[in-house]
DNA sequence: TTGTAAGCGTTATCAT
DNA sequence: ATGATAACGCTTACAA
């Protein structure tokens, strides 16, 4: 246990009010000038560090702050969504860095959201961070606390509703750009590969690419679009093989994740394609996984940690002044990160 | 903000201090039955629940746990620790249930680990935990903190201290129980292939293995080791193969990690081998990946749930009562888990 | 057995 | 401008 605003303030011979305002800089003049000072420079000395558990018994807050993720934690790395980690570990960083410590709340699937709702409005918590949920969930869920008057944002959900906070990267702007790039690029052909694990923004990517067809070369892409039946490494390495023999003029690929694009580098190779070299690839996700490729590739980003910063400075600002505030949402535009492929 | 323990004590008609007592259980008989019941009854039913700053501020305690681990949080991800998230997943659900939220703490692994351990005595944390840390880094930080008084478990790491607390599964005696159980169901030759992404553990595995076959076959087992140079899964599928050729006569194979698990029996069918009906193969790790093989793989488990549970019963007990703490740990032994392999 | 009251560290509302 | 002082909700030593 370090030094108290008390004991400072009989240091400095200052009242514990005016420490305390001088240190959390809400003195607006109030106190003088010299003894502001030396307020700042004894606490510096001894190290002070305010008492959050005192801080928000006084205030009525919890300093925490609840991260409700669907299912388990690990599932996640089994479904192949990398991002999510990358999400949850940004959001840590913000929150400490803000001074909140945090609760994960593993939430059951299989339960009914009524009974959810409830048992997270049970929570102790300053605010709420909803990580990468199906929208019709978040959906429910951010309506529930809002009634509650609970801040609340959607990180990684993509509404259709300007009554809640969320942010998302926009799938489909994306995956039209990665479309445009490469039949501006000169390919007449675009193979679109889906081989994500875990298929939730399918139709989103899809549509993405449909129009950028079309906008660009006047024609229906339907059938340049492959997708496997099941989702493993072997799974990919065939679909990726027929999509080739489909398709053999072909030299430009989009993939839907980059999960398994080591498994696509690995087919074209076998199909005498070489990626970078005589056959465009472009991903999307996770750029840790594109840059394990070999050749890295290039992929459309997730933003995550914009989506991050936007979504803890909207839940901050609502915890800090709840009337005030007003729900936003923010849709990422295309990001490219060019690399070998 | 629910009901306080004032509110409920003018509704019982009993002083702040019985319900206090009676709902921290802490009433030796202080209380008279009735009375008991109607506190408790009251609690129930005007959803009681206390307020943790308060708590913590009245007890000098913060409840909160910081969880330390190496690196970025979703690193983890990319080298294959798939066991980590799980481990994060029951950490972070058995301190909820204790009433602890919590802090992670991304330490970055190029710092100087005396840094490291200032930068940490400054948290406001009752406990900490090291989540999967190498050893010698990990010892020096408990260190560190035992000298500060502060609380510490190191969770999935083997240290050869007992002055400290931490829990590991014993690896060495999971590929040497392996091993005898693949030799004495009849196979002569067992291939030990490594597959892992991460290699930190090799050496207790490879330990594990030679004991083995030295104890039940009474040669050196060193030529039917495998390593390969990369970490991909071509890799691996060219590890395997290698080994087959190497080894026609092997119907036993052994696996340093269940990640690329699946693509071991790929090649295993692309030489003519069927794990599970003509060979047997035997994995080490996470379940869910050895279950999304098909055929699903049998291996030996890591148990990161009893670990957790030994770890946070360890950690909660100190920050009870640090004084009478004797520093304590566990290695969990072999866990088989058999599936179809 | 039961109740009173003094803390815990901070914030905010008062007088001065 | 500045400094007492009363909350905030809970625990616990102590008095009754």
Redesign the interface.
Known sequence: ?GITIRQLARLCGASTAAVSLVLSNKDQGRVGAQRREKILRLAEQY?Y?S????K??AE?????VALAIEG???????IGQ??F??R??FL??AL?DAGY??????VDTGRKTADVCRDLA?I?ADGFVLLNWEPEAAAAILLSLREKRRPAVASGTLLRDDQYTWTDVDRAAAFEDATRRLIRDGRRQVVFLDCEVHHTHLPEKQAGFLKGVRDELGRDGKRWMFASGGS???DVVSLTQKAVRRMPEARAFLLTDNFYA??VE?ALRREGLHPGADCRVIGFG?T??AD?CTPRLSHYSLQVERQVEFGIGALLEEIQNPDAFQPRHQLFGPEFIERDT
């Open positions: 246990m190290g560090q008492n959050s558990a005192a928000g018994l009525g807050r919890t300093y925490r388990v934690l690990s599932d996640h790395a089994i990398f991002s980690y990358e949850l570990g840590a960083k400490h410590s945090i609760e994960i709340l593993q049970r102790a493993s490494y072997d080591a498994a690995h996770d840790a996984l394990r």
